[in-house]
């Protein structure tokens, strides 16, 4: 696809359910809904609101407010899920791995013993 024939994205298709990402210079619109990734010709107002009445019946009289607190929603899941990828790449499976190596045989018996039994519900 040439520069000219670049589809660019507005902020106003947030109403439709969708936001922009860019990937080798193309602007790609990502529903926030089902997280689908349409290609850079379907950036016309007909195709997106096209996908969001065939895949969201339900949603296509909700106002553009519901849009944007589904993207808040969607950003603050990313941020967790970047959290949570940088906490288990710092593990230290060293340790883990030694408790696992050792000769050492815990005595269970002295474990369960200690642990406070839950009553049935």
Same mark, same amino acid.
């Given at each position: 696809?040439? $520069? /000219?024939?670049?589809? !660019?994205? +507005?902020?106003?298709?947030?109403?439709?359910?969708?936001?922009?990402?860019?990937?080798?210079?193309?602007?790609?619109?990502? @529903?926030?809904? @089902? #997280?689908?990734?349409?290609?850079?010709? /379907?950036?016309?107002? $007909?195709?997106? %609101?096209? =996908?969001? +009445?065939?895949? =969201?019946?339900?949603?296509? %009289?909700?106002? !553009?407010?519901?849009?944007? /607190?589904?993207? =808040? %929603?969607?950003?603050?899941?990313?941020?967790?899920?970047?959290?949570?990828? !940088?906490?288990?790449?710092?593990?230290?499976? %060293?340790?883990?791995?030694? @408790?696992?190596?050792? +000769?050492?045989?815990?005595?269970?018996?002295?474990?369960?013993?200690?642990?406070?039994? #839950?009553?049935? =519900?």
């Amino acid at each position: 696809m040439s $520069g /000219a024939n670049k589809r !660019k994205f +507005s902020d106003e298709y947030i109403k439709y359910g969708f936001i922009v990402i860019e990937r080798n210079g193309f602007h790609l619109p990502p @529903c926030v809904i @089902c #997280h689908t990734v349409l290609s850079n010709d /379907a950036l016309r107002p $007909g195709r997106l %609101e096209r =996908h969001s +009445s065939t895949n =969201h019946k339900a949603l296509k %009289e909700k106002p !553009k407010e519901f849009f944007t /607190a589904k993207l =808040h %929603e969607l950003n603050r899941f990313s941020a967790l899920v970047v959290l949570k990828t !940088k906490q288990h790449n710092r593990l230290d499976v %060293e340790n883990d791995l030694r @408790c696992v190596l050792s +000769s050492f045989n815990p005595r269970i018996s002295d474990l369960v013993r200690k642990k406070q039994q #839950h009553p049935s =519900h």
